[in-house]
Every structure is written in C-alpha cells, then in structure tokens.
C-alpha cells in the first residue's frame, strides 16, 4: 500500500514526555481485530485519551487544543514492547507523520518505517530542547529534512543529524513500501530471471 511521500516536513509538535510506551499503550490489544490499516487513529492511546464512559480525559495531550501538528516527541524507549504492527498504523491514521525519540523500539521503528512515519531519533539533549522549545511557545516548528537527514528547530535554529537505512530512506522518499518497490522494479527482476541458468 503506497502512502504519501516524505521529503521536507515542517510541522508543529506534539510533546510526550513519557519513557518506555509501549505498543499496547499505543494501540490497546482489544482494537487489533481490524485487518486494513484504517481507523486505528481513533483509538490511538485510547486508555490515556479517554475515562471508561468514553469522555476525553482533559489532561491528556492530545485532548488539548494548545497542541496539534503532524510531528509526536516522545520519550526514551518509544514502541517497547509486542511487535504488533497496527502501532504504527494507528500514529500514521491519526495523522502523525514523523515520531522523535532519543530510542525507538527496532521493530516499532520499521514497522513506522513500513508504512510511511518517520522515526527520527536524536540524543537525549537534543529532545529536551524540543520540549522545552514547545512548552514555551507551543507554536514551535521543527523541520525534518528527509533528503539531508537533518531535524531543526526553526526558532532557534539548533540542528541534529538523524540515521535512516539507505534503502528505507529512498522508500520514504517515493512513497513505497516494500511491495510497491518490488512492483517498481519488476522488470528489472524479470531481466535478471532471464540471464538465470536454465
């Protein structure tokens, strides 16, 4: 499934401060049964968004409007925990499109990657400054720069640089998963099966 290409992002943040969530923090286990990647965004940390009878819990995050934006920092150790995909899928569906940490998780990290949210991850200095950039103006911007593989906070200007696997980064870059970079290059595959041995 193709999804949006990442180049240059330029988003307010939604600030995390919270060590070691874990992917059922993330997406409740009871929310899996769904087989497309749609809809998950609703329930994305349900049990810290919402009270038992469904009303928004004030003093979660994303129930305040003084946040918003296509960008969550979170904090050390993001993703722990299973490896159930529908994680990623329900940060992607609520409309994230990069997470930062200063630790991902490897399998949250590429099943992020796998669906098109980029997980940016910087040293343990560089996200306090983010946060401590958003909590005094909530309207802050970061820049992430896919191509130059560079985070920047835009009022201040600080910068760190970010590693991403070549072949994730071009996929990234395109919009491609792994089947849409398969079917990208089909024909050259279909040369390369016809030089084979018979």
């Not at 330029?10 to 969530?21: A, G, H, M, Q, W």
Request: aromatic share 12%; with cysteine; net charge negative.
């Amino acid at each position: 499934m193709a999804y949006d290409k990442f180049e240059i992002l330029k988003s307010t943040v939604v600030p995390l401060p919270i060590e070691n969530v874990d992917t059922d923090q993330i997406i409740p286990a009871r929310f899996l049964k769904a087989t497309e990647r749609k809809g998950f965004g609703d329930n994305l940390f349900r049990d810290w968004r919402y009270n038992p009878d469904n009303t928004p819990k004030e003093d979660f995050v994303l129930n305040n409007p003084v946040y918003s934006g296509k960008i969550l920092a979170g904090g050390k150790n993001f993703g722990s925990g299973s490896s159930r995909e529908h994680a990623a899928w329900a940060v992607y569906d609520y409309g994230f499109r990069c997470v930062v940490s200063s630790f991902f998780a490897d399998i949250f990290r590429n099943n992020c990657l796998n669906v098109g949210v980029l997980p940016v991850q910087v040293s343990a200095d560089f996200l306090d400054k983010i946060f401590k950039a958003v909590y005094d103006d909530p309207k802050t911007e970061l820049e992430v720069n896919l191509p130059n593989q560079t985070i920047t906070i835009l009022s201040t200007g600080e910068n760190e640089v970010f590693e991403i696997n070549g072949y994730k980064k071009q996929n990234m870059l395109n919009g491609f998963d792994d089947i849409d970079y398969l079917q990208n290059i089909k024909e050259d595959i279909a040369d390369f099966a016809k030089k084979l041995p018979v």
